[in-house]
């Protein structure tokens, strides 16, 4: 018997209230929209826009302000100071884009902490430069990863869910193909990915790759409103940025995969029942495993939110955010594009007999979770 914090017994209209749960995901896509217009843009870090990171270690606390003011004086453009840690003596100096080499940027800031804090020695445990033109590269790199990775989730869900491995893999592959082609002869990553992106989405859609497309576009809504949300509160995107977003990608899928599984669980054992009927099923039967994953990982992740300092936080961020919406979206996003693309759907690949693995009463395999 395993922990249930929500009875089997659960009969919501998951399914029924699905319109209502598209205007509140347009609109969260609409507010990050607008803070990215706002803002001009994603705010991209060092990584991402070219600069220089110093990290510095004081043997004696040191106020923000104190470090700011002695270091106005100095020539280091869009210079941003930020402290992390507890005791006041950890700091980490972020400066846009120089002609200095590392030795000229460690001698200025040498000589302007000499003069400011004699009487405080102090440790410069890190300097990392990047350069401009890394920068853009990186930046499309991040992209490309993101867009390679939903092209494989597409495979995998189509091979699993509707056994169309060569349907799925053939149209990746075209895409990968294609995409990585056009950016070495030159053509914007920035632009391409982005209409890649759409071209799946449309391939899936002829080709009938349902769950395939229930999937890439539940990931999508996960991304976009992580990354406006995100970019609502201010922070810049780099690598860590990234990997906490692809973080997000494996952990929406997860969830998406737990509610098919008992979807084509249910329509191997009846596929006479309506598929509205057959999803709102599924989704209250796995209802009390989707909160107990989601609650203990947003436990973890609040942990590193709240003590983990600024080193973590933008990491820990993009995931608090991205399990709320992973968990929403395996509900109410990538389930309805089921039922919305049903007639697409053969039932017949899911008839009984076909599978005779042993099951419990009511249909799992024996010993699922």
Same mark, same amino acid.
């Given at each position: 018997? =395993?922990?249930?914090?929500?009875?089997?017994?659960?009969?919501?209209?998951?399914?029924?209230?699905?319109?209502?749960?598209?205007?509140?995901?347009?609109?969260?896509?609409?507010?990050?929209?607008?803070?990215?217009?706002?803002?001009?843009?994603?705010?991209?870090?060092?990584?991402?826009?070219?600069?220089?990171?110093?990290?510095?270690?004081?043997?004696? +606390?040191?106020?923000?302000?104190?470090?700011?003011? !002695?270091?106005?004086? %100095?020539?280091?453009?869009?210079?941003?100071?930020?402290?992390?840690?507890?005791?006041?003596?950890?700091?980490? &100096?972020?400066?846009?884009?120089?002609?200095?080499?590392?030795?000229?940027? =460690?001698?200025?800031?040498? #000589?302007? /902490?000499?003069?400011?804090?004699? =009487?405080?020695? *102090?440790?410069?445990?890190?300097?990392?430069?990047? =350069?401009?033109?890394?920068?853009?590269? &990186?930046?499309?790199?991040? /992209?490309?990863?993101?867009? *390679?990775?939903?092209?494989?989730? %597409?495979?995998?869900?189509?091979?699993?869910?509707?056994?169309?491995?060569?349907?799925?893999?053939?149209?990746?592959?075209?895409?990968?193909?294609?995409?990585?082609?056009?950016?070495?002869?030159?053509?914007?990553?920035?632009?391409?990915?982005?209409?890649?992106?759409?071209?799946?989405?449309?391939?899936?859609?002829?080709?009938?790759?349902?769950?395939?497309?229930?999937?890439?576009?539940?990931?999508?809504? #996960?991304?976009?409103?992580?990354?406006?949300? *995100?970019?609502?509160? $201010?922070?810049?995107?780099? &690598?860590?940025?990234?990997?906490?977003?692809?973080?997000?990608?494996?952990?929406?899928?997860? #969830?998406?995969?737990?509610?098919?599984?008992?979807?084509?669980?249910?329509?191997?054992?009846?596929?006479?029942?309506?598929?509205?009927?057959?999803?709102?099923?599924?989704?209250?039967?796995?209802?009390?495993?989707?909160?107990?994953?989601?609650?203990?990982?947003?436990?973890?992740? %609040?942990?590193?939110?709240?003590?983990?300092?600024?080193?973590?936080?933008?990491?820990?961020?993009?995931?608090?955010?991205?399990?709320?919406?992973?968990?929403?979206?395996?509900?109410?996003?990538?389930? +309805?594009?089921?039922?919305?693309?049903?007639?697409?759907?053969?039932?017949?690949?899911?008839?009984? $007999?076909?599978?005779?693995?042993?099951?419990?009463?009511?249909?799992?395999?024996? !010993?699922?979770?």
């Amino acid at each position: 018997m =395993g922990l249930h914090l929500i009875p089997d017994t659960l009969n919501f209209d998951f399914v029924g209230i699905r319109k209502y749960a598209y205007a509140v995901s347009a609109l969260l896509i609409l507010v990050g929209v607008c803070a990215f217009v706002y803002t001009g843009g994603p705010r991209y870090g060092i990584d991402f826009s070219g600069g220089a990171v110093v990290q510095i270690k004081f043997a004696h +606390p040191v106020s923000d302000e104190d470090l700011k003011k !002695a270091l106005d004086g %100095s020539d280091l453009p869009g210079l941003v100071v930020q402290s992390y840690g507890t005791d006041g003596t950890d700091f980490v &100096l972020r400066i846009a884009a120089m002609r200095e080499s590392a030795d000229g940027l =460690g001698k200025i800031v040498n #000589d302007t /902490l000499n003069a400011g804090f004699a =009487g405080n020695s *102090y440790e410069i445990m890190r300097m990392d430069m990047v =350069g401009p033109k890394v920068g853009a590269d &990186l930046r499309a790199q991040a /992209l490309e990863a993101m867009y *390679y990775a939903i092209l494989l989730i %597409s495979i995998y869900v189509s091979g699993r869910f509707e056994r169309r491995w060569f349907t799925a893999g053939f149209i990746a592959l075209i895409l990968g193909a294609a995409t990585f082609g056009l950016s070495r002869f030159g053509l914007d990553r920035i632009f391409l990915i982005p209409l890649a992106v759409v071209l799946t989405l449309v391939l899936c859609r002829h080709f009938k790759l349902v769950f395939a497309m229930g999937a890439v576009v539940s990931i999508l809504h #996960d991304v976009l409103i992580t990354a406006g949300l *995100y970019a609502l509160f $201010g922070r810049e995107f780099d &690598l860590t940025t990234i990997a906490a977003l692809l973080t997000v990608v494996g952990y929406s899928l997860n #969830d998406t995969i737990i509610v098919y599984d008992r979807i084509r669980e249910n329509l191997r054992n009846d596929i006479v029942t309506p598929l509205g009927t057959v999803i709102n099923r599924s989704i209250n039967r796995t209802m009390s495993r989707t909160v107990l994953t989601s609650g203990t990982t947003l436990i973890a992740v %609040s942990a590193l939110l709240l003590f983990g300092g600024g080193a973590i936080f933008d990491f820990a961020l993009t995931v608090f955010i991205g399990v709320f919406m992973g968990t929403a979206s395996s509900i109410f996003v990538a389930s +309805p594009i089921l039922l919305a693309m049903s007639a697409d759907i053969r039932r017949e690949d899911f008839r009984p $007999g076909q599978d005779r693995r042993a099951r419990d009463a009511d249909g799992r395999l024996a !010993a699922q979770v």
